[in-house]
Nanobody, 125 residues
Framework: QVQLVESGGGLVQAGGSLRLSCAASGLTFRTSAMGWFRQAPGKEREFVAGIGRIGGSTLYADTVKGRFTISRDHAENTVNLQMNSLKPEDTAVYYC??????????????????WGQGTQVTVSS
């Protein structure tokens, strides 16, 4: 059974940084693409960042490009999201997702097979 557990969310002032982590189990981590999505109150879930199976291929939403960095650690079976220069509009619940068997990252949530429970990120102005 696939399990994804996010951590690292919290409250931060605008301009600050947070690092989210997602611990994956129950799957062959190194053969799966991973992604981060977010959902703000009253809005649809949206793609944030994705990373391919090997890690050399990354994809970012335009709204976070240059501020967020996605990475993966095959030894720890984790995928991380370093978020810098945070803005109030980054406030949302952030979800980790896995595309089991996927090679490249995708911005489409239909490409992902399993999801974590989410972690809240709140950026105050």
């Amino acid at each position: 059974q696939v399990q994804l557990v996010e951590s690292g969310g919290g409250l931060v002032q605008a301009g600050g940084s947070l690092r989210l982590s997602c611990a994956a189990s129950g799957l062959t981590f190194r053969t799966s693409a991973m992604g981060w999505f977010r959902q703000a109150p009253g809005k649809e879930r949206e793609f944030v960042a994705g990373i391919g199976r090997i890690g050399g291929s990354t994809l970012y939403a335009d709204t976070v490009k240059g501020r967020f960095t996605i990475s993966r650690d095959h030894a720890e079976n984790t995928v991380n999201l370093q978020m810098n220069s945070l803005k109030p509009e980054d406030t949302a619940v952030y979800y980790c997702a896995v595309a089991n068997g996927g090679l490249f990252p995708s911005r489409w949530d239909s490409a992902y097979t399993d999801w974590g429970q989410g972690t809240q990120v709140t950026v105050s102005s």
